[in-house]
């Protein structure tokens, strides 16, 4: 099936992906048909993601007085190390994506992904993506297999 976009792009919308991912990994599987098996085609890792807070920073937090002058107290980051890099890898996803879809890499995508990183992707995916998706879980799926991963999707994909 071939769709027109109102960007005048033309998509084959038989090319299916479903994106299966977490704050440390994203894997990408490709099915062929709407009721196909998935095939894994791409891999994407966080390596920072999958470390310890504490192996992330490098010092303690900074100190500062306050205005009294006797005083000092610390100064806490707002976002934990971890989350940053939760960030930065759902940016890099989102502009891969991007990317292959600019590309007709595929026409219709699958988001499953952990709670909280879906949340994320859903930040940062563009309108583009947006159009494409047909179907979102939130669970986190990453360590399953393919098949075990398909039987938690919709019949038609």
């Known amino acids: 099936m071939i769709c027109y976009l109102p960007t005048n792009r033309r998509i084959d919308m038989s090319k299916i992906w479903v994106v299966v991912a977490d704050e440390a990994k994203v894997r990408i599987f490709s099915a062929e048909k709407p009721k196909g098996t998935l095939t894994e085609i791409k891999e994407m890792t966080s390596s920072e993601a999958t ?4 192996d992330l920073v490098s010092d303690k937090p900074g100190r500062g007085e306050s205005n009294s002058g006797a005083r000092k107290h610390a100064f806490e980051e707002k976002t934990s190390h971890k989350a940053q890099y939760a ?32 949340g994320m ?12 998706v047909s179907f979102q879980l939130d669970k986190d799926l990453t360590m399953m297999t393919p098949q075990e991963i398909r039987e938690h999707l919709p019949e038609y994909l």
């Open 51 to 54: 470390m310890l807070e504490q």
């Open 87 to 118: 960030i930065r890898f759902s940016k890099e996803v989102s502009e891969y994506l991007e990317a292959s879809l600019q590309s007709k890499s595929f026409g219709r995508l699958t988001l499953v992904a952990a709670p909280h990183f879906l």
């Open 121 to 132: 992707l859903r930040k940062d995916l563009s309108a583009a993506i947006d159009e494409v």
